[in-house]
């Protein structure tokens, strides 16, 4: 696509349940990024792909974190037995040559 | 540990003013440097990218690079209210490291 495309915006989700992110990149770009924003908080870096490799997983927070690659494009963030913590927006990137570009983002509340 | 750090402020410029913004690193095997706009509620925007010492100029947006000093900074000149947001300085270490500061908010008053 044009742009980089989340799904879906604003999820909402009782603490305990699974959660799966999703992220359509810039088609041709082979490379992803994962990053999580918590409120007033700076980007943290969560997982890189390159093609459908993770070789850089070294920000996931905890093993209830997860995620793949399929065809070389889309990309889903899952996180198993979310907890409270875990409420933050979900920003994937496409980068190109180092310069990313963002989706809108995935807004994840748990409550 | 690659760290970015940024002065949170917020920075407060009048309209018409230069805003500098600034940011430092840890790596010095850092290779490409960022800037990124981003408004309340949105998401990270790229404005300006720089790879080499010296400066770089976009329109009202000038980038330098000072790789000795491992510091970056991004110049504002002719602030507009319109560009009020949190500037972020992000750097490229090896081939995919992509580190981000916590950023700096920049305000703009009429």
Not at chain 1, 70 to 84: A, D, E, H
Not at chain 2, 42 to 53: G, H, Q
Not at chain 2, 59 to 67: P, S, V, Y
Request: with cysteine; net charge neutral; proline share 5%.
């Amino acid at each position: 696509g044009a742009g980089v495309s989340q799904s879906p915006s604003n999820k909402v989700t009782e603490k305990g349940k699974d959660v799966e992110l999703r992220c359509d990149p810039i088609s041709g770009h082979t490379a992803l990024y994962w990053y999580r924003q918590s409120l007033g908080q700076g980007l943290e870096f969560l997982i890189y792909f390159q093609g459908n490799s993770a070789p850089d997983k070294s920000g996931l927070p905890s093993d209830r974190f997860s995620a793949e690659r399929t065809g070389g494009s889309v990309s889903t963030l899952t996180i198993q037995r979310t907890q409270q913590e875990d409420s933050a927006v979900y920003l994937c990137a496409s980068p190109r040559g180092g310069e990313a570009f963002f989706g809108q983002g995935t807004r994840l509340t748990v409550v | 540990q690659k760290e970015v750090e940024q002065n949170s402020g917020p920075l407060s410029v009048p309209e018409g003013a230069i805003a500098s913004l600034n940011c430092t690193y840890s790596d010095r095997g850092s290779q490409s440097f960022f800037w990124y706009r981003q408004y309340s509620g949105k998401s990270p925007e790229l404005i300006m990218s720089i790879y080499s010492n010296g400066d770089k100029e976009d329109g009202r947006f000038t980038a330098q690079l000072n790789k000795a000093s491992q510091y970056v900074s991004l110049l504002i000149r002719d602030s507009q209210p319109s560009d009020s947001a949190t500037y972020l300085c992000a750097v490229l270490s090896g081939y995919s490291t992509l580190t981000f500061g916590k950023g700096t908010m920049l305000l703009v008053s009429p």
